[in-house]
């Protein structure tokens, strides 16, 4: 299982403002954008992580990703059919 491991707390930067005025939709395609990429720099930690906090601010159910500390990126997602929770696609 690859696993991203997030703090609890959410940073204000350039990912926050941009993923704020996304659809749920844009979010979930973001998400889904990373699923397999193994690369890694900071910018991509800040990105997944203002994505979780979005994910989070607008009440979407993650469970299906959320690992208590961090997430789930083995399998890409989508919204079920409420637009409330993702769901393994």
Do not use: C
């Not at 703090?7 to 990373?34: G, I, K, M």
């Amino acid at each position: 299982m690859r696993v991203i491991f997030l703090t609890d707390r959410p940073v204000d930067d350039e990912f926050t403002e941009r993923f704020r005025s996304a659809t749920t939709a844009e979010l979930v395609d973001a998400f889904n954008s990373q699923v397999g990429n193994p690369g890694w720099v900071s910018a991509k930690g800040r990105y997944l992580l203002a994505l979780y906090h979005e994910f989070k601010r607008r009440g979407i159910d993650i469970s299906v990703i959320d690992t208590g500390n961090g997430m789930n990126m083995d399998r890409h997602v989508r919204l079920d059919d409420s637009g409330r929770r993702l769901v393994l696609a």
